[in-house]
């Protein structure tokens, strides 16, 4: 059984929260438009499907090198289509079948099985939190505070690793769920083989390795491991409404990750449209700057990562000599700033 750890431990936030908005602005802010979704989701298709026609046909690394990071991050990003799908902000009313089917549309490029994304996803958001019931926590966090171990996350040997941790969870799962999470599993693994068959068979190995193996085994795993970092790796344990990492926006990032960058917002306001994420920062920022909350950007989780080798879920300005930043400082520069190099215990 789980502990629902999030609503036990935020009770006094959502009331803030509450009050942080005006009405006429949640109701603009939960405001779902089926029409944009779905242009973004044929955009993606779009991307995906001229990326591998080019790396098929083309060759030259100049061409090629980067493109294999626009198709690995597309692939990526949809996981963040489905989350979308797990949280119903696709359409204004619920649409159960048309739901269904996008789940397992966006669920086969990203070879995961959508049942098993929304049950894991949902108790990530319940048990938010929690050491042992948050899955993403508990199963998938490193355990090793080791540099050369969080670089695997980066490697082809992410899906090794996930996939355990997506195991031992969905084992305690009813018997009738794991059954269609195994169905589902097999339909995406199936569909990327047949996939890197036909390209391999059709255009040869060379383009097989550009097309498929790099973008899929070696830049997907750069980019879930990068987006993960900033959502929950720099917190405050002591303060839910810091459970999150509050990372500044910017177009570059906002466009790469399709807005789950904001994954602090989105835990603050789940039913909120991707698309919508960035205005609802904006409007949070003197609620940021009240609770004197930290920015982050990508370039500063790297830093803290892997170069002072800090551990996940835990609080990176500790140890630092540096002046704490105020949220409401738009000109604050956002990152670690001191050399110190002392490493963090590690922390579940």
Not at 273 to 291: K, M, N, S, T, V
Not at 315 to 328: F, L, T
């Amino acid at each position: 059984m789980k502990s629902h750890h999030y609503s036990q431990h935020s009770a006094a936030l959502r009331g803030e929260l509450a009050q942080a908005l005006t009405p006429q602005q949640l109701r603009a802010f939960h405001a779902k438009d089926g029409a944009r979704h779905l242009l973004i989701a044929v955009r993606q298709f779009a991307i995906l499907g001229m990326t591998t026609w080019a790396l098929i046909t083309i060759a030259n690394p100049a061409i090629w090198i980067p493109l294999v990071f626009v198709q690995g991050f597309t692939v990526f990003n949809f996981t963040v289509l489905l989350h979308e799908v797990v949280h119903h902000t696709i359409f204004a009313r619920r649409r159960a079948a048309a739901e269904r089917a996008l789940g397992w549309l966006y669920a086969v490029p990203s070879g995961i099985s959508a049942s098993q994304f929304t049950r894991w996803h949902l108790d990530h958001h319940a048990e938010l939190g929690s050491d042992e019931d948050d899955p993403k926590r508990h199963h998938l966090s490193p355990k090793t505070n080791a540099r050369w171990f969080k670089l695997l996350y980066c490697s082809p040997a992410l899906f090794p690793i996930y996939f355990r941790a997506a195991r031992r969870e969905s084992a305690t799962y009813p018997a009738d769920l794991q059954r269609r999470i195994a169905f589902e599993r097999k339909v995406s693994i199936a569909a990327h083989l047949t996939v890197l068959a036909l390209i391999a068979t059709l255009a040869g190995g060379a383009a097989a390795l550009r097309a498929y193996v790099i973008p899929v085994f070696f830049v997907f795993p750069i980019a879930f491991t990068l987006n993960r970092l900033g959502q929950h790796y720099d917190i405050d344990p002591t303060d839910p409404a810091k459970w999150g990492t509050l990372m500044r926006g910017h177009w570059f990032w906002d466009l790469a990750f399709l807005n789950s960058n904001y994954h602090l917002e989105h835990h603050y306001f789940a039913g909120v449209p991707f698309y919508r994420l960035p205005d609802l920062q904006r409007a949070l920022a003197p609620f940021y700057a009240q609770h004197r909350m930290r920015w982050q950007n990508y370039s500063g989780l790297i830093y803290g990562w892997l170069v002072e080798n800090r551990a996940p879920h835990t609080d990176w300005s500790r140890g630092r000599a540096d002046e704490v930043h105020d949220a409401g400082s738009a000109a604050a520069h956002v990152g670690p700033v001191d050399l110190a190099r002392s490493n963090s215990r590690n922390s579940r």
